[in-house]
């Protein structure tokens, strides 16, 4: 599903003329194309939408990562670049949950899994993410669910 519709979102960019959207849709089909050959040397399928998304976000992380240094070296331009960049990619992913749903989540997680310290931190994110890949920040989720095995 996601891959149509970024196959039909990069025919509509060419026939609007939207070079910054087209560039962009092309360099995340690209991506999408090189993790598939990756997963088909290792003898996996493609990648389902669920990878999709984690591959979205991954996308999404470098782009910020690249904002930052680029407001540091005083390159706004290239920084307003990659925050388009980011808006796109965006679009693809479902809606992001609240810190409130997030923490509702990681309660249930652990609950779910018996979790009772740090050693079964693994657990609980496994659960996370099968259930909610493409609608957390992980990152900040891994340290949320560190927070409430240690109490």
């Given at each position: 599903m996601l891959r149509d519709d970024i196959n039909n979102a990069v025919k509509d960019a060419m026939k609007a003329k939207e070079e910054r959207k087209l560039s962009t849709l092309r360099m995340v089909n690209s991506t999408i194309k090189n993790a598939d050959i990756d997963a088909r040397g290792q003898g996996k399928p493609p990648l389902s939408d669920a990878d999709l998304l984690g591959l979205f976000q991954k996308m999404i992380k470098q782009r910020q990562e690249s904002v930052e240094l680029y407001d540091k070296g005083g390159r706004a331009e290239l920084a307003a670049q990659e925050r388009e960049e980011i808006a796109i990619i965006s679009a693809y992913l479902p809606k992001?949950?609240?810190?409130?749903?997030?923490?509702?989540?990681?309660?249930?997680?652990?609950?779910?899994?018996?979790?009772?310290?740090?050693?079964?931190?693994?657990?609980?994110?496994?659960?996370?993410?099968?259930?909610?890949?493409?609608?957390?920040?992980?990152?900040?989720?891994?340290?949320?669910?560190?927070?409430?095995?240690?109490?």
């Open positions: 992001q949950m609240s810190d409130d749903d997030v923490k509702a989540a990681i309660a249930a997680a652990i609950a779910e899994t018996g979790a009772a310290g740090m050693k079964d931190m693994g657990k609980v994110i496994g659960v996370l993410r099968a259930k909610f890949a493409g609608q957390m920040d992980f990152g900040k989720a891994s340290g949320m669910v560190k927070a409430a095995l240690t109490s």
